[in-house]
């Protein structure tokens, strides 16, 4: 019998199966790597998620590494227990050899050009983060209703770079864990509640910066009333937004040397008792503290500098109430505006509690149906299209509002953009924010918005804008 010490290395690599099996899974993760290789050489602008792809590509390396070894030990031990001498048929292994580099070969392009690709092709879609795990499915939802919804959700929750791929997969881990065992927080909480946000720096300033000159926008907020003819009436504001050495909104808060920081004494940011207004160019330093609040205490609550989030922080999952989700609703065409009471009966029944998203599908069109039936019999006979339009357009709002098993429901996430539906610039501009001399942070409306109309039901302003026809053709029915 021949001596394991004098076999050649290849004959026992490839006459047992783990070590073959090791080889395969280093060269797959070898040529998938080079797959890889031009999009990690971009860095972070095509998909952060690469590097998830990257690091399982690593473990199978290892494994395959590993496993190598072993094989081939194991084949020494099988020479040793007394193999016959044609156990060691030398033509039979250059055709395990050959066989080997075949299947190799054509699972490595299948693998690299297929599996790899089309797997970080899917990890950059909002459905991979959104609809694979269902606690994000409130967020999914609002992201497809939001301004943003071309906007990948890697480039705003992954900070680039290594430190920001560590820090992202770390979390998602420690989620991942919660998910699996059903330990996840009901709600899910923002990522700026969790600390989790990348800062704006990285993400919002790639493509807005808040120094940039924006002079003034105008804003037209449409608004229905419960009565029967769910009479219209508009707010037409021309929003000061400015920007750089110009003043405005944005150059308030972000002009050259301006840097503000601010105490709050809820996760959710809702309550801020402190704020410090800092201009490195003058030379200027206030601290604003609110009343019944001490310095001292304020000290010892997390600290934040300002940032885009911090005013805009729901502009890619935005959430909103029922009467404005009907306001909306309603001046875009979705529900016809002239079926009786449909915004006062839409809001009841986007309210009402409902213990399940299938709860609330089986019982609200009905309501709406029956609602017209009997109080409004010949509206139901000659317009049910109609009914039946505005009734599945109030379920559609409430399927992207409300969730019932994850415990989101109105008001959950609040937006701080405004001050209408929940505190948002009242939080530091509510006139009680005061320094030691008495000097409070300013409660002026004209310095952010300059009102051309207020609550009117036909404002002047837009037929001199020329715009008031296009928005009347949306009510028709």
Same mark, same amino acid.
């Given at each position: 019998?021949?001596?394991?010490?004098?076999?050649?290395? *290849?004959?026992?690599?490839?006459?047992?199966?783990?070590?073959?099996?090791?080889?395969?899974?280093?060269?797959?993760?070898?040529?998938?790597?080079?797959?890889?290789? !031009?999009?990690?050489?971009?860095? %972070?602008?095509?998909?952060?998620?690469?590097?998830?792809?990257?690091?399982?590509?690593?473990?199978?390396?290892?494994?395959? +590494?590993?496993?190598? !070894?072993?094989g081939?030990? +194991?084949?020494?031990?099988?020479?040793?227990?007394?193999?016959?001498?044609?156990?060691?048929?030398?033509?039979?292994?250059?055709?395990?050899?050959a066989?080997?580099?075949?299947?190799?070969?054509?699972?490595?392009?299948?693998?690299?050009?297929?599996?790899?690709?089309?797997?970080?092709? %899917?990890?950059?879609?909002?459905?991979?983060?959104?609809?694979?795990?269902?606690?994000?499915?409130p967020?999914?939802?609002?992201?497809?209703?939001?301004?943003?919804?071309?906007?990948?959700?890697?480039?705003?929750?992954?900070?680039?770079?290594?430190?920001?791929? +560590?820090?992202?997969?770390?979390?998602?881990?420690?989620?991942?864990?919660?998910t699996?065992?059903?330990?996840?927080?009901?709600?899910?909480?923002?990522?700026?509640?969790?600390?989790?946000?990348?800062?704006?720096?990285?993400?919002c300033?790639?493509?807005? *910066?808040?120094?940039k000159?924006? $002079?003034?926008?105008?804003?037209?907020?449409?608004?229905?009333?419960?009565?029967?003819?769910?009479? +219209?009436?508009?707010?037409?504001?021309?929003?000061?937004?400015?920007?750089?050495?110009?003043?405005?909104?944005?150059?308030?808060?972000?002009?050259?040397?301006?840097?503000?920081?601010?105490?709050?004494?809820?996760?959710?940011?809702?309550?801020?008792?402190?704020?410090?207004?800092?201009?490195?160019?003058?030379?200027?330093?206030?601290?604003?503290?609110?009343?019944?609040?001490?310095?001292?205490?304020?000290?010892?609550?997390?600290?934040?500098?300002?940032?885009?989030?911090?005013?805009?922080?729901?502009?890619?999952?935005?959430?909103?109430? !029922?009467?404005?989700?009907?306001?909306?609703?309603? $001046?875009?065409?979705?529900?016809?505006?002239?079926?009786?009471?449909?915004?006062?009966?839409?809001?009841e029944?986007?309210?009402a509690?409902?213990?399940?998203?299938?709860?609330?599908?089986?019982?609200?069109?009905?309501?709406?149906? $029956?609602?017209?039936?009997?109080n409004?019999?010949?509206?139901?006979?000659?317009?049910?299209?109609?009914?039946?339009? $505005?009734?599945?357009a109030?379920?559609?709002?409430?399927?992207?509002?409300?969730?019932?098993?994850?415990?989101?429901? *109105?008001?959950?996430?609040?937006?701080?953009?405004?001050?209408?539906?929940?505190?948002?610039?009242?939080?530091?501009?509510?006139?009680?924010?005061?320094?030691a001399?008495?000097?409070?942070?300013?409660?002026?409306?004209?310095?952010? %918005?300059?009102?051309?109309?207020?609550?009117?039901?036909?404002?002047?302003?837009?037929?001199?804008?020329?715009?008031?026809?296009?928005?009347?053709?949306?009510?028709?029915?």
């Amino acid at each position: 019998m021949s001596s394991p010490s004098r076999t050649p290395v *290849w004959f026992l690599f490839t006459r047992h199966w783990l070590s073959l099996l090791g080889a395969g899974l280093v060269t797959t993760a070898v040529i998938s790597w080079l797959f890889l290789l !031009p999009g990690q050489l971009k860095g %972070h602008g095509e998909n952060p998620y690469l590097g998830i792809a990257v690091f399982v590509i690593l473990a199978v390396f290892v494994a395959g +590494l590993a496993l190598i !070894p072993i094989g081939i030990y +194991l084949s020494k031990r099988q020479i040793q227990a007394g193999l016959p001498e044609g156990g060691l048929d030398r033509k039979a292994a250059l055709q395990r050899l050959a066989w080997f580099l075949g299947v190799t070969t054509f699972a490595n392009i299948l693998i690299g050009t297929q599996v790899t690709y089309r797997a970080v092709k %899917h990890m950059e879609t909002p459905q991979f983060c959104g609809a694979t795990c269902h606690v994000m499915h409130p967020e999914l939802a609002a992201y497809q209703n939001a301004p943003h919804a071309e906007v990948e959700c890697v480039e705003c929750h992954v900070a680039p770079g290594a430190t920001g791929w +560590l820090k992202s997969k770390t979390a998602g881990m420690h989620q991942f864990v919660q998910t699996v065992t059903n330990t996840y927080p009901r709600p899910v909480p923002s990522a700026l509640e969790s600390n989790r946000l990348v800062s704006a720096r990285e993400t919002c300033e790639n493509c807005h *910066w808040a120094q940039k000159f924006a $002079a003034v926008k105008l804003r037209v907020i449409s608004k229905y009333a419960d009565d029967q003819t769910n009479t +219209l009436t508009q707010t037409v504001l021309m929003m000061m937004v400015g920007g750089s050495k110009t003043g405005g909104i944005h150059g308030a808060h972000f002009g050259p040397g301006i840097h503000i920081h601010f105490a709050a004494s809820d996760p959710t940011r809702q309550t801020i008792p402190w704020v410090e207004y800092r201009n490195t160019t003058t030379g200027e330093t206030e601290t604003f503290v609110t009343s019944g609040s001490k310095a001292d205490s304020a000290n010892a609550l997390p600290k934040y500098e300002m940032q885009c989030v911090d005013c805009h922080n729901r502009p890619a999952h935005s959430f909103d109430l !029922p009467e404005s989700a009907m306001d909306k609703a309603l $001046a875009l065409g979705q529900i016809p505006v002239t079926l009786p009471y449909v915004k006062k009966k839409s809001v009841e029944l986007l309210k009402a509690n409902y213990h399940s998203s299938q709860e609330a599908a089986d019982k609200l069109p009905g309501a709406m149906v $029956a609602f017209y039936q009997q109080n409004y019999p010949d509206v139901s006979k000659q317009r049910a299209r109609d009914i039946t339009q $505005a009734a599945n357009a109030v379920l559609a709002i409430y399927n992207r509002n409300v969730f019932p098993d994850l415990k989101v429901t *109105w008001g959950t996430y609040p937006n701080n953009l405004g001050h209408q539906n929940s505190p948002g610039c009242f939080r530091c501009h509510d006139a009680s924010h005061e320094t030691a001399n008495g000097k409070t942070i300013t409660q002026d409306c004209n310095a952010c %918005h300059e009102p051309l109309a207020m609550d009117e039901a036909s404002p002047e302003i837009l037929k001199t804008l020329g715009i008031a026809e296009q928005i009347s053709k949306l009510q028709k029915p």
